[in-house]
């Protein structure tokens, strides 16, 4: 087994560079899930920046329930308190936006500590080789709607050898590991997620999307391949990936049933999954 450093408070605190993200910060051996304490503190009353970090979680979940693989000591299991939206977004776009640019610090951070260069998959996973090795889970509450509370749970895969993922995980999950070769340093990685994830926040407050959008979608391996859209409540299309609208949609061309050169209009996918399709 990988040796790796425990987090600490202290080594968290010694490098962090943040205004308000991480100030109050709470580290636990083990809890259910990080979301749940932080939306519970923040049904309390926890201050904007309030982060919750787990060494391990007896209960973690992605998108729609999905239990998430939460190994003690190895990985990052961590979630923000972010209050307020800014004067220049709507509230629709904040929270369109949120889960994007969060995914989008993470792969900032990971290129600073680790050297390990992510890409990202529509909304919020962020790939490894095509493999998934962390994801972004946004849970909301509203005092009013002037007020809004995200809190932001980021899961990623650090210090787990291969061999230690369970079996039906190894054809699709990755831990920066992998492309490391050598034990990463997790509270410097914190410290710094926390950094790089402030100052997206504060631009999108300041700024809007725009440069965001395009940091985006450079990284983005979802754009300009061949997807299915699997849906709720609506049939699922195959199309091409084209775009990302001004809120975050991803714009997808279905394929015409009849013929390739017939163009279809441009669907606006904000909730569903997205599978890449080989091609």
């Given at each position: 087994?990988?040796?790796?450093?425990?987090?600490?408070?202290?080594?968290?605190?010694?490098?962090?560079?943040?205004?308000?993200?991480?100030?109050?910060?709470?580290?636990?051996?083990?809890?259910?899930?990080?979301?749940?304490?932080?939306?519970?503190?923040?049904?309390?009353?926890?201050?904007?920046?309030?982060?919750?970090?787990?060494?391990?979680?007896?209960?973690?979940?992605?998108?729609?329930?999905?239990?998430?693989?939460?190994?003690?000591?190895?990985?990052?299991?961590?979630?923000?308190?972010?209050?307020?939206?800014?004067?220049?977004?709507?509230?629709?776009?904040?929270?369109?936006?949120?889960?994007?640019?969060?995914?989008?610090?993470?792969?900032?951070?990971?290129?600073?500590?680790?050297?390990?260069?992510?890409?990202?998959?529509?909304?919020?996973?962020?790939?490894?080789?095509?493999?998934?090795?962390?994801?972004?889970?946004?849970?909301?509450?509203?005092?009013?709607?002037?007020?809004?509370?995200?809190?932001?749970?980021?899961?990623?895969?650090?210090?787990?050898?291969?061999?230690?993922?369970?079996?039906?995980?190894?054809?699709?999950?990755?831990?920066?590991?992998?492309?490391?070769?050598?034990?990463?340093?997790?509270?410097?990685?914190?410290?710094?997620?926390l950094l790089e994830l402030e100052q997206c926040l504060d631009e999108l407050r300041t700024h809007g999307p725009v440069r965001l959008r395009r940091a985006y979608m450079a990284r983005c391996v979802t754009l300009e391949r061949q997807v299915r859209v699997l849906f709720t409540n609506e049939q699922p299309i195959i199309g091409i990936a084209e775009t990302l609208s001004a809120d975050g949609a991803l714009q997808v061309r279905?394929?015409?049933?009849?013929?390739?050169?017939?163009?279809?209009?441009?669907?606006?996918?904000?909730?569903?999954?997205?599978?890449?399709?080989?091609?």
């Amino acid at each position: 087994m990988v040796s790796s450093a425990p987090l600490n408070l202290d080594s968290i605190r010694s490098t962090l560079a943040t205004t308000s993200l991480g100030h109050t910060l709470y580290l636990h051996q083990d809890l259910l899930s990080t979301n749940t304490e932080a939306v519970s503190l923040a049904r309390t009353g926890a201050p904007h920046g309030t982060v919750v970090i787990a060494e391990s979680q007896s209960g973690g979940y992605g998108r729609h329930g999905r239990t998430w693989f939460s190994p003690p000591r190895l990985n990052i299991y961590c979630s923000v308190i972010v209050r307020g939206i800014g004067q220049n977004l709507s509230l629709s776009q904040w929270l369109s936006w949120v889960p994007l640019v969060s995914a989008l610090a993470v792969t900032e951070a990971t290129q600073q500590i680790a050297a390990v260069s992510l890409s990202l998959k529509w909304p919020n996973d962020l790939l490894l080789h095509e493999r998934k090795v962390g994801g972004i889970l946004c849970e909301s509450s509203f005092a009013t709607t002037n007020d809004p509370v995200v809190v932001i749970g980021i899961g990623l895969n650090v210090n787990v050898p291969p061999v230690s993922f369970p079996k039906e995980l190894r054809p699709i999950a990755a831990s920066l590991l992998e492309a490391s070769r050598r034990p990463i340093d997790r509270n410097r990685l914190i410290a710094q997620l926390l950094l790089e994830l402030e100052q997206c926040l504060d631009e999108l407050r300041t700024h809007g999307p725009v440069r965001l959008r395009r940091a985006y979608m450079a990284r983005c391996v979802t754009l300009e391949r061949q997807v299915r859209v699997l849906f709720t409540n609506e049939q699922p299309i195959i199309g091409i990936a084209e775009t990302l609208s001004a809120d975050g949609a991803l714009q997808v061309r279905p394929l015409s049933p009849h013929s390739r050169s017939q163009l279809m209009p441009l669907v606006d996918v904000r909730a569903a999954d997205v599978i890449h399709l080989r091609e």
